[in-house]
């Protein structure tokens, strides 16, 4: 059975972070793909928090949570995810990831040739903002 419990006992901790009439005002993208997955998700989600930050890349792997393991009597174990991580509007991510605002994936020329095509991407959506 799982329950839907807020673990936060100190409700001044709740709510992280405020508002920064000096925050950087240029553009920021951030990177992701299938190999994100774990804390760089939880980071992830931080990130989307922060007005005008752009995902590029691909899904995330929808990996993050804790791992919990029980010992059979055969000896084998078996192990799942015991934390359920949510969006802060409540949608989850477990099995799900992250999803990019524009999706952008390598190709095989595009490996063939070295080209990194996620961060040209960014590159191009920084310069846009200058």
Known sequence: KFCFIDNIIDKTYKFAGKNNPNAYKGQVVVLINEYT???AELWAMIFKKVPKVIFVGSQTAGADGNKTSIK??????????????????????????IQPDIVVRPTVESIRDNQDLLLLKALELIDQKK
Not at 73 to 89: A, V
């Open 72 to 97: 059979m009597t055969d000896g084998s174990e078996l192990i799942f995810s015991g934390l359920g991580i949510y969006y802060p509007n409540g949608d989850e991510t477990q099995r799900i990831g």
């Open 37 to 39: 997955q774990s804390a």
